[in-house]
């Protein structure tokens, strides 16, 4: 049976690296939502979309696998930062800033998603 990103033709250097990085990103979103009190569904939903699609390429990486793991972990830091200092900074000007790059670094992933 075909895995579901065989049709994706024009996949960049690696589908695995693209997805770790997606699903860190979400893992932090969700993290961030569970602060606030609250549940983001859409970034469980994606997490666990991403989780899929990871482990349907994960085998044919050209990625090694602990610096799959090391991407996966960097983005969901880098993305935890960003949500960080939206929801804590005391600048309005940063928190605003960084709401706003925490959406951009979401908008490859959300791409990927039809």
């Known amino acids: 049976m075909p895995r579901p990103v065989a049709a994706l033709t024009d996949h960049g250097p690696d589908l695995a690296s693209t997805f770790a990085r997606c699903l860190g990103r979400y893992s932090a979103q969700i993290e961030d ?35 799959l793991l090391h991407l996966q972990i960097e983005a969901k830091f880098a993305q935890a930062r960003l949500l960080t200092i939206a929801r804590f900074h005391d600048d309005p000007g940063r928190k605003t800033a960084a709401m706003a790059q925490a959406r951009l670094a979401l908008r490859p992933c959300d791409a990927l998603v039809f």
């Open 33 to 67: 939502a569970w602060y606030a009190q609250g549940a983001d569904i859409t970034a469980q939903e994606r997490r666990h979309l991403f989780t899929r699609l990871f482990e349907s390429v994960r085998q044919d990486a050209t990625t090694p696998p602990e610096q």
